[in-house]
């Protein structure tokens, strides 16, 4: 079965420090990686895609890299700041048979941010 | 502003009621796509669009219909909702399949069926 795991489920750390999420996934064959910022009550923001030959992506204070022999895969947020506190998803995408991508989406790190 | 719009935001109703969550979006993207999102489970695909007139189901279709006669709308129709359905619903959108393009959420309508 496809499968997206994240972890933590969820972490609280202080403001300005950094963190590091984590995401395992066995989707196959694997087309992209993405990870998304959801805050409460809003949909989710794309902070990343990558694909197969890529290592690193960074977005800002976000960080993503990609180990796709090991299906591992990471989001560093630097200096964090308050407005960082939301839930940080991470989503794989499957190539089709016959053209397409599906998703399977992670259920979420959920971060808080505190003074 | 590029944007997803859902509406409504909030609704209440009864089982059995007929009810529609429409969505639209400003971007000419070919892909939409309905999702639920329930806690403890990732967002679940509902149904997807690929272009206008083309619709296929995505991962749990039951109880759910939609439509795709304008690129820019995607309803999601709930003829018979039942309490299972309480949910917090996204729409979203893409270009060209989602291959490899971000998809862009609304803000959601969570969905009380008492």
């Known amino acids: ?115 | 502003e590029a944007q997803v719009t859902q509406n409504p935001r909030y609704l209440i109703t009864v089982t059995g009621k007929k009810l529609t969550v429409t969505c639209s979006q400003n971007m000419n993207h070919e892909y939409m796509s309905w999702y639920r999102q329930d806690p403890g489970l990732g967002l679940r695909q509902i149904y997807y669009s690929m272009n206008v007139e083309v619709t296929d189901k995505g991962d749990v279709p039951e109880g759910y219909k939609v439509s795709r006669k304008e690129k820019r709308n995607f309803p999601l129709i709930l003829e018979s909702p039942s309490p299972n359905q309480t949910s917090l619903y996204f729409c979203a959108s893409s270009l060209r399949g989602a291959v490899n393009s971000p998809l862009h959420f609304g803000n959601g309508t969570r969905l009380t069926v008492t």
């Open chain 1, 1 to 115: 079965k496809n499968q997206v795991e994240q972890s933590p489920q969820s972490l609280i750390i202080l403001e300005g420090k950094n963190c590091t999420l984590q995401c395992n996934y066995t989707v196959s064959p694997f087309s992209n990686l993405r990870w998304y910022k959801q805050d409460t009550g809003r949909g989710p923001v794309s902070l990343t895609i990558m694909t197969f030959s890529e290592n690193t992506k960074s977005n800002g204070r976000y960080t993503a890299t990609l180990d796709a022999d090991t299906k591992q895969s990471s989001l560093h947020i630097t200096a964090s700041q308050l407005s960082d506190s939301a839930s940080y998803i991470c989503v794989v995408s499957k190539i089709l048979t016959g053209g397409g991508n599906k998703l399977t989406f992670g259920t979420g790190t959920q971060l808080k941010v505190e003074l």
